[in-house]
């Protein structure tokens, strides 16, 4: 069988030069994959068929490119000016990425992309929504653990409201979102672009604070339960109401334990939430009831608002009247001297003993 290579002939590579410059828009891995063994196969079509079979370059590369997945010509990229505005430089990148999405390779990976664009609209809201949550004033300590700072109820309306509008902007319906000018969607790649920065930066500090409230509980639990306030089958007590013996409440009651230490019955919290009472400047935290305010003062110039702060009501109004042996009996009123009890009543007596002659009298 002959093997002997045949020359190249000069037009047969001035052919081939030509498709490649075709191709030249593409990956040297996809040009080398169209072009490998070109020359070989030409200069043997040639040998057989003449020059003629070799036709259009350019419509040769074109028959490549389609069949390959590409398109029939490469999208030209005209360099931008130095003077070229943002506008027009926001426009280039928007036509290189959509250029690098059209390729064959990319398309089908960006197909699956794009079907998951919902749930990055719910990251960017949740995002936001933590972002925003930040900037309430003070810190609420008992709220959602990936929403904190804020109470649930509004960490919920915060991260409805931040949901429609990232998933209005996300749809076109919403500005940034439409696609009519260069500085939108150069304002929302800024926004996605800060939404990416800040998921790993929101996902630390929130590591961060689960660790914190875990290793204040266990030093909490390592303290001991007498450091732990008073329980009440296994609940903390946060504020007692207290009732005398004729089950009448009462107000700044002073307890303490068996000891003679004073009852402490501070919760985690409560220092924002409640109204204690105070010794010259000490806060006594077992006078009680404690008051309570109806809405949280993280702040200190906030804890001088006594707007909306009172005593809590109790369930009851009144408690049963209760009685113990070694409490002393309620005295009794003292009894007015004889003398003077005949004095009060001697009008009353002597129309008695008028009476009771006059019956004699009678009888006799």
Known sequence: MNTTELPLRPDVAAFVARVRECLADLSEEDRLELTEGLEADLTDQVAEHGGEVLGDPEAYARELRV?????????????????????????????????????????????????????????????????????????????????????????????????????????????PGGRSAPVARGALLLLNVAAVVAVPVINGQLDQQSWNRYSQGYAEAQRGDDQQGVVNRGNQVCNISAYDAAGQPLQGVQLFDQDGRPLDVRCYGQASRTVPWVLGDVTRWNVFPIGVRDHPARRAVDREDLSGAAFPTPDRATAPEVTNPLAPEPAEPEKAPAGDRDKKDGTKAGTDDGSRDGRGVSRR
Not at 68 to 82: D, I, Q, V
Not at 135 to 154: E, F, H
């Open 67 to 175: 069949a390959a997945g590409f398109e029939p010509t490469a999208r030209r990229r005209p360099r931008l000016r130095s003077d070229a505005s943002v506008a027009e430089r926001v426009e280039e990148l928007q036509q290189r990425w959509e250029t690098l999405l059209a390729h064959p390779r990319v398309a089908p990976a960006w197909t699956v992309v794009a079907a998951l664009r919902p749930a990055w609209w719910a990251v960017r809201a949740w995002a936001a929504a933590v972002v925003v949550a930040r900037l309430v004033p003070g810190w609420y300590d008992y709220g959602l653990t990936w929403l904190p700072g804020v109470p649930v109820a509004l960490g919920l309306a915060l991260l409805a409201v931040c949901l429609v509008g990232s998933t209005l902007v996300g749809i076109g319906r919403l500005w």
